[in-house]
């Protein structure tokens, strides 16, 4: 048995192949009943129930199979992104090619976020950068969204270049510079904004370690676009109150080697260093603090996300492994 709300406005919708005689409306209040045939459709009213000819049309937002189109130059298709909400997969595929050599900047992205603000793909779209040719799927689910940007999707004559179809009743719709979607039990829903991203979310970040009197004795920062982890030891003696291992970074790769290691005694005058590692998708990094989880000098371990701000303790000991979206936490 299932319950689904149906409100003043909505219509309802019965089919019974037999229905001269097994098919029967009840009016509960005043116990008339009827039997409707083969097909009856109704619209719910105030007073009741109103038969009606036909049911409305479906719109363009619901179904589970859409289609996107994001074209370039000459109306040329430089992406095109298929979902099935029945399998829960959207398929993206981008052409090679530039895009559209008189835009230097982003000419067009595609994103998906879960509701918890995960980013789970993000591909922007340069316009006079050669663009390489690309298939992936990305698990999307309800609850889930979608965005779309096209610089162009507002020009009169180029609004075409970014369109939405609904493969089961053939709507197609333009959408605009941007269009924002959440994925709902009917379908999809226009959204006024995606949910905000987090802290492991992006491609630059910084991570701080302080010792005695919050005096910060590492820092380092990655940008995940270079590729490039710029670390720099600030000269000093960590903590004078620890006699072993303070705070410690190590960088390793999928295949184990380890392309940084660096400990830091407490009680041990440390020389200022300033290094640059290579550290790539797949890549793991770790990091160490051994007041990491003490109430009041957990401060002295945290990651910032430098695009959006947000920031978070580390704890004792942590583990990110660099991924296409930003960073995910091993341990």
């Not at 609004?159 to 609904?166: D, F, I, V």
């Given at each position: 048995?299932?319950?689904?709300?149906?409100?003043?406005?909505?219509?309802?919708?019965?089919?019974h192949l037999e229905g001269v005689h097994r098919a029967t409306l009840t009016n509960v209040?005043?116990?008339?009943?009827?039997?409707?045939?083969?097909?009856?459709?109704?619209?719910?009213?105030?007073?009741?129930?109103?038969?009606?000819?036909?049911?409305?049309?479906?719109?363009?937002?619901?179904?589970?199979?859409?289609?996107?189109?994001?074209?370039?130059?000459?109306?040329?298709?430089?992406?095109?992104?298929?979902?099935?909400?029945?399998?829960?997969?959207?398929?993206?595929?981008?052409?090679?090619?530039?895009?559209?050599?008189?835009?230097?900047?982003?000419?067009?992205?595609?994103?998906?976020?879960?509701?918890?603000?995960?980013?789970?793909?993000?591909?922007?779209?340069?316009?006079?950068?050669?663009?390489?040719?690309?298939?992936?799927?990305?698990?999307?689910?309800?609850?889930?969204?979608?965005?779309?940007?096209?610089?162009?999707?507002?020009?009169?004559?180029?609004?075409?270049?970014?369109?939405?179809?609904?493969?089961?009743?053939?709507?197609?719709?333009?959408?605009?510079?941007?269009?924002?979607?959440?994925?709902?039990?009917?379908?999809?829903?226009?959204?006024?904004?995606?949910?905000?991203?987090?802290?492991?979310?992006?491609?630059?970040?910084?991570?701080?370690?302080?010792?005695?009197?919050?005096?910060?004795?590492?820092?380092?920062?990655?940008?995940?676009?270079?590729?490039?982890?710029?670390?720099?030891?600030?000269?000093?003696?960590?903590?004078?109150?620890?006699?072993?291992?303070?705070?410690?970074?190590?960088?390793?790769?999928?295949?184990?080697?380890?392309?940084?290691?660096?400990?830091?005694?407490?009680?041990?005058?440390?020389?200022?260093?300033?290094?640059?590692?290579?550290?790539?998708?797949?890549?793991?990094?770790?990091?160490?603090?051994?007041?990491?989880?003490?109430?009041?000098?957990?401060?002295?371990?945290?990651?910032?996300?430098?695009?959006?701000?947000?920031?978070?303790?580390?704890?004792?000991?942590?583990?990110?492994?660099?991924?296409?979206?930003?960073?995910?936490?091993?341990?």
């Open positions: 048995s299932q319950k689904f709300p149906v409100k003043v406005g909505d219509y309802i919708e019965l089919t209040d005043n116990s008339k009943q009827e039997s409707f045939g083969k097909k009856v459709m109704y619209e719910v009213t105030k007073e009741g129930l109103k038969k009606v000819e036909k049911m409305p049309e479906a719109t363009i937002l619901e179904g589970n199979k859409f289609a996107w189109s994001l074209k370039g130059y000459s109306d040329r298709e430089i992406a095109k992104v298929d979902y099935d909400k029945t399998v829960e997969e959207m398929k993206v595929k981008l052409e090679a090619g530039v895009p559209h050599s008189y835009f230097a900047s982003t000419y067009a992205s595609i994103k998906v976020q879960n509701s918890s603000g995960n980013v789970l793909y993000n591909k922007e779209i340069v316009g006079n950068k050669q663009q390489n040719a690309e298939n992936q799927t990305v698990p999307v689910k309800v609850g889930d969204y979608i965005e779309f940007i096209h610089i162009e999707g507002e020009a009169t004559k180029e609004k075409t270049r970014a369109t939405l179809t609904n493969l089961e009743n053939n709507k197609n719709e333009t959408i605009g510079k941007t269009a924002r979607y959440q994925v709902t039990k009917e379908g999809l829903k226009k959204v006024e904004k995606m949910p905000e991203t987090t802290v492991l979310d992006g491609n630059q970040f910084a991570w701080s370690l302080k010792g005695y009197n919050d005096r910060e004795i590492a820092k380092i920062e990655y940008n995940k676009a270079t590729e490039k982890m710029q670390l720099k030891l600030e000269a000093g003696i960590p903590h004078s109150y620890f006699s072993n291992t303070y705070a410690s970074i190590k960088v390793q790769n999928l295949s184990g080697n380890i392309l940084y290691n660096k400990e830091i005694i407490g009680n041990r005058q440390q020389d200022a260093e300033s290094q640059t590692v290579s550290v790539k998708v797949g890549d793991c990094i770790e990091f160490t603090h051994i007041e990491g989880e003490t109430q009041k000098e957990k401060t002295r371990a945290t990651l910032t996300n430098l695009e959006n701000s947000k920031q978070e303790y580390m704890g004792k000991k942590r583990i990110y492994q660099v991924t296409s979206m930003g960073l995910l936490i091993k341990s």
